[in-house]
């Protein structure tokens, strides 16, 4: 009989420690409701070599010694944060920091918005369950009994032309926040969160909802059908641009305008940054999207040059705080996309190059974006015939970097082709 070397032990009992971890992190996920501060754990090892390639943690199969640190925050079984450092600061900075029990910025947002239902859920009558340990889910991750719950802002009047705000990944509605009362002035401007980020539904993936291109594009028609009677605008940024156009294509008839912000146009796009991919990996993918510094602050900062106000950080952690469905559902669409973003992307250029694709095409491009190059996009516009504008300071999230310059380009390209200036 083998026995086990004092090496391969020691990695097994390291592989046993981080699914020890992420077992505690999903039960306080599962059961999370509004967050309140009361104590914190810390939990803090190292990754020794040499780690075995075959069972990697970091997907690199080098020995590196590097810490893996994990703190979180809870009320009995209920409520949790991670890694935040609790002795400072009024909410979670970027250093760390409390959670304030009055009002938030986030609670402010919500007030603003309303609920729609729109696109039936196909989930079972079965309760979802954490897919590895078989923990069942708290009711956020449930999916709808009938139809899903989106999250929206309107902005203007309903009798006006309507112009639909898709956000990217991972982001809000609250992106466009500058940009929905500049639209408001002529246009019916709608926000929505998609099923899976901010206010709107996140049900468990396999329960439900898969969060696939295919099942966006159709729960995009659906959404559009309850919020907008007439021909629309769509505007739509970074990663969830595919689902647009894809739906788009399809239904011309209804779509006066499709205004792109940085999407992935180029063969070169058709990798997602680590920034993202981390969110795909086994096990380390559940527990670090369970993280609402890394889901939220990295990701939105890492994509190009703006500081994030503290407020507004606050709106984008919330889902993250609040429940684990929000990490559960990054962690599926990051799959999806690590596996099939390349075909997305080729799908988009075929449609968006086709003689039958009709719909007036405009591409904005925020040029410090720091996932997706410029090179070919500009070339890709020319051959396409599709009018591309610069936006030199902007990054990735070009609403959230420069949002009244953007209101701005959309209120005069909407307004243009509509009175054929």
């Known amino acids: 009989m083998l026995q086990p070397t004092v090496k391969t032990t020691a990695t097994l009992s390291r592989l046993a420690t981080v699914i020890t971890v992420y077992k505690t992190l999903t039960t306080m996920a599962t059961q999370a409701k509004t967050p309140s501060l009361c104590y914190t754990h810390k939990l803090r090892f190292f990754l020794h070599n040499p780690i075995p390639a075959s069972i990697s943690l970091f997907g690199n199969g080098k020995g590196q010694k590097k810490p893996l640190n994990l703190s979180c925050s809870a009320n009995g079984d209920d409520d949790y944060y991670i890694d935040a450092d609790y002795q400072v600061g009024d909410g979670f900075s970027f250093s760390g920091g409390k959670y304030s029990d009055g009002p938030s910025p986030s609670d402010e947002w919500f ?38 719950r989106w ?66 594009v159709t729960s995009l028609e659906s ?52 920034t993202l991919s981390i969110f795909s990996n086994f096990l380390l993918g559940e527990i670090f999207s369970q993280d609402p510094l ?52 080729e799908e988009m250029r075929t449609i968006l190059t086709d003689e039958n694709w009709k ?16 090179d070919g996009v500009e070339d890709f516009c020319k051959d396409s015939k599709h009018k591309l504008i610069e936006i030199p300071m902007a990054g990735h999230h070009v609403q959230e970097d420069r949002g009244e310059e953007l209101g701005q380009i959309i209120y005069d390209i909407i307004r243009k082709r509509r009175f054929g200036l």
């Open 151 to 216: 999250f929206c802002v309107e902005s203007g009047s309903a009798d006006n032309p309507s112009v639909i705000l898709i956000h990217g990944l991972p982001s809000q509605a609250y992106s466009y926040r500058k940009v929905l009362p500049i639209l408001s002035k002529a246009y019916h401007a709608i926000a929505f969160d998609w099923l899976g980020f901010g206010f709107s539904d996140k049900p468990q993936p396999k329960y439900g909802f898969d969060y696939t291109l295919n099942e966006y």
């Open 294 to 345: 890394r889901a939220s602050d990295k990701t939105l900062t890492s994509c190009g040059p703006y500081q994030m106000k503290e407020d507004d950080a606050m709106v984008y952690r919330n889902p993250y705080l609040t429940s684990g469905a929000s990490g559960f559902a990054l962690n599926a669409i990051s799959r999806d996309m690590k596996k099939e973003l390349k075909k997305y992307v």
């Open 359 to 374: 719909v007036p095409t405009t591409i904005c491009w925020g040029k410090r974006d720091r996932w997706l190059t410029y």
């Open 223 to 274: 959404f559009i059908n309850e919020v907008a009677v007439g021909k629309v605008s769509l505007v739509v940024q970074g990663y969830f641009a595919p689902a647009a156009v894809k739906y788009a294509s399809t239904h011309q008839e209804k779509i006066d305008n499709i205004i792109l912000l940085n999407p992935p146009l180029t063969a070169k796009h058709a990798n997602l940054p680590s």
């Open 111 to 148: 007030k603003q918005g309303k609920i729609v239902k729109a696109y039936t859920s196909l989930g079972s009558s079965e309760k979802a369950k954490d897919p590895i340990f078989g923990l069942a889910m708290g009711a956020d991750s449930q999916a709808a009994a009938d139809v899903f």
